[in-house]
């Protein structure tokens, strides 16, 4: 089960995001409390690392099953796209999408969606794979994010930044 394998992560996951927390720190505007939107959050790692460091995490996640994990585990999860849920025209000083965006079918309607919730300032972080750089390269049609159907599209580091430029 796929989500019982992603769910045995959460400890490296949880890891993984607190060594990039000095970066965004670094990059966030100076307001308190930080507020954190998290697009695809699926169980919330992100979100416990953030309420760690006294952000207040929000989490969006397609996934009833993960959205209702990440709930039980005390997080505020809405079920849905991001198109979708009712946000309340809120403010968020960090959008991220770990991992997510290769998933949406349409990525571009995300991005503006997440650009019209960040506050004057803020800053969206989206991970995903570099169809364009070496390891792509290397492994090919194996490399690991190959993966439909799950996977719908593959940026590369210049599609990408030309999708974030166009939605702000």
């Given at each position: 089960?796929?989500?019982?394998d ?7 996951r ?90 949406a ?64």
């Amino acid at each position: 089960n796929a989500y019982a394998d992603y769910l045995s992560l959460g400890d490296s996951r949880r890891m993984h995001y607190r060594s990039l927390m000095p970066s965004l720190r670094r990059n966030l505007p100076q307001a308190t409390p930080i507020r954190v939107l998290d697009v695809g959050c699926a169980a919330g790692f992100f979100m416990d690392v953030a309420k760690e460091v006294g952000w207040e995490p929000s989490g969006v996640e397609l996934s009833p099953y993960m959205s209702q994990v990440a709930r039980e585990r005390g997080l505020d999860v809405k079920v849905g796209s991001l198109e979708e849920v009712d946000l309340r025209r809120e403010a968020f000083h960090l959008v991220t999408m770990w991992d997510m965006i290769e998933h949406a079918q349409h990525p571009r309607t995300v991005l503006e969606r997440a650009h019209e919730l960040l506050a004057p300032g803020g800053l969206l972080v989206a991970a995903t794979g570099d169809i364009s750089g070496v390891t792509a390269r290397v492994y090919g049609h194996r490399w690991g994010v190959i993966a439909p159907p799950g996977h719908l599209f593959y940026f590369s580091r210049r599609s990408l930044f030309s999708m974030l430029d166009k939605t702000g």
